[in-house]
């Protein structure tokens, strides 16, 4: 079992920024991908970055891109997401998600062990 904890989330404004980290635990060494996504309240949880834990590939996702950056710390196990100039619409619970063999990075249907989601709300 992998476990994932999620931290950083709260109030920002708009044009403001924050961090969010996912720790995760247990048997990494299982995983090969970690993710990012995001639900907001009445929609379908989105995608939003995913990296591999070896290697330099990232991906973002259109809305994002330019604005957020994934990175990670092998050392600590640990996933980050910088969030810069936030938005009123990226507004959403925040998961960080993993998963072994992972192809479609951008399905939640992908990953396999989920965090329990950290909030993130962005006033005008």
């Known amino acids: 079992q992998v476990q994932l904890v999620e931290s950083g989330g709260g109030l920002v404004q708009a044009g403001g920024s924050l961090r969010l980290s996912c720790a995760a635990s247990?048997?990494?060494?299982?995983?090969?991908?970690m993710g990012w996504f995001r639900q907001a309240p009445g929609k379908e949880r989105e995608f939003v970055a995913a990296?591999?834990?070896?290697?330099?590939?990232?991906w973002s996702a259109d809305s994002v891109k330019g604005r957020f950056t994934i990175s990670r710390d092998n050392a600590k196990n640990t996933v980050y997401l910088q969030m810069n100039n936030l938005k009123s619409e990226d507004t959403a619970v925040y998961y960080c998600?993993?998963?072994?063999?992972?192809?479609?990075?951008?399905?939640?249907?992908?990953?396999?062990?989920w965090g329990q989601g950290t909030q993130v709300t962005v006033s005008l």
């Open positions: 247990g048997r990494t060494s299982s995983t090969s991908t």
């Open positions: 990296i591999r834990w070896s290697g330099s590939s990232t």
């Open positions: 998600a993993a998963g072994r063999s992972i192809v479609v990075v951008i399905s939640p249907y992908e990953y396999s062990y």
